[in-house]
C-alpha cells in the first residue's frame, strides 16, 4: 500500500488511516486519491476492523484541499471526469458498512472539506479551520460539496459558506452542525478514537444496517420508513438482537457475534 495513507489497526479493531502529506499540508493529488481509495477498499473486506479513523498527518492540517496546480489544465470533459473520481472515493467512504470518523486536526478546506463531510461523524480540533473556497478560484466544489454541506447544515447556511468562499473555526462549525464535537488540539485523535471504539462496542450487523438506513434519510419520508422498516427486519432475524436482549434481561455485556 502507498504511504500517502497510513493504515493502522488497534487491537480494539479501530483503524487509524493517517493521510499523510505533511510537506503539503496533505493535500489531496491524483496519487492521494488511489491511495484513499485502495485503503477504504481494504477496511472494507477488514475483518479486524470494527470502526476507522480518519485524520491528516502533522498538526496544522487535516486536508488543505487539491493541488491547486491540477485545475489550469483541466477543461469541460477533463474537469467532470477530475470531479467525478473524486465523488467516486468519497463515495466510497460514505457508503462504508463500518462508521468512519473524522479526526479534523487543522484545516479542512475545499477537497479536506469534502472528504470530512463524507466521513460520518467529524471531531475537530479547537483549531480547525473549515470552507469550500472554490468560488475564488473560478471553479465550485466538485467532490460532494454543493450536496452533503446542504444535507448537514441546512440549504441557507450552505449557500453562504459555497458562495462567498468563507473559512469558519471549529466553533462555528459546531454552532451549525457541520461537526460532532470540539476538542482541545492535542485531544483530537484521542477523542475521534474514543467515539470510534463507542460506536464498535455495538452489535456489528446492526452498525452496518443503522448506517444503510441513514442514507435513505434524504429521501421522502415514506420512501426512508419503508427502507428503516425492511432493515429492522432483518436486525431482528440475527443472532445478535436475541444476545442484546439476553445480556440485558442478565446485566452483563453482550458477547456479540455479527451474526
Not at 493535500?27 to 470502526?51: I, N, P, Q, Y
Not at 456489528?204 to 434519510?217: C, G
Request: negative net charge; aromatic residues 6%; proline residues 3%.
Amino acid at each position: 500500500m502507498s504511504d500517502l495513507v497510513l493504515y493502522s489497526v488497534a487491537d480494539d479493531g479501530i483503524l487509524t488511516l493517517t493521510i499523510n502529506r505533511p510537506d503539503k499540508l496533505n493535500a489531496l493529488s491524483h496519487d492521494l486519491l488511489t491511495a484513499l481509495g485502495e485503503a477504504f477498499e481494504r477496511a472494507k473486506d477488514d475483518e479486524a476492523v470494527k470502526a476507522v479513523v480518519l485524520t491528516g498527518a502533522g498538526t496544522k492540517s487535516f486536508v488543505a484541499g487539491a493541488d491547486i496546480g491540477q485545475f489550469s489544465d483541466l477543461d469541460a470533459e477533463s474537469g467532470q471526469h477530475f470531479a467525478e473520481r473524486g465523488q467516486r472515493v468519497f463515495d466510497q467512504i460514505a457508503q462504508l458498512p463500518k462508521a468512519v470518523v473524522a479526526a479534523v486536526n487543522g484545516y479542512a478546506l475545499g477537497g479536506g472539506c469534502e472528504l470530512a463531510m463524507a466521513c460520518h461523524l467529524r471531531v475537530a480540533s479547537e483549531k480547525a479551520i473549515f470552507g469550500q473556497p472554490e468560488v475564488g478560484l473560478g471553479i465550485i466544489p466538485g467532490y460532494g460539496g454543493t450536496q452533503r454541506l446542504p444535507r448537514l447544515v441546512g440549504l441557507g447556511v450552505a449557500t453562504e459558506l459555497v458562495l462567498t468562499g468563507a473559512r469558519i473555526g471549529a466553533d462555528r462549525a459546531y454552532q451549525i452542525g457541520l461537526v460532532n464535537q470540539v476538542v482541545p488540539h492535542d485531544e483530537t485523535l484521542a477523542a475521534a478514537t474514543k467515539m470510534a471504539q463507542s460506536i464498535a462496542a455495538q452489535a456489528p450487523v446492526a452498525v452496518r444496517l443503522t448506517l444503510e438506513a441513514l442514507r435513505h434519510s434524504d429521501r421522502p419520508l415514506a420512501d426512508g420508513q419503508e427502507a428503516e422498516a425492511k432493515l429492522f427486519g432483518q436486525a431482528c432475524a440475527t443472532d445478535d438482537v436475541r444476545e442484546g436482549a439476553t445480556a440485558f434481561l442478565e446485566k452483563r455485556r453482550p458477547a456479540w457475534s455479527g451474526r
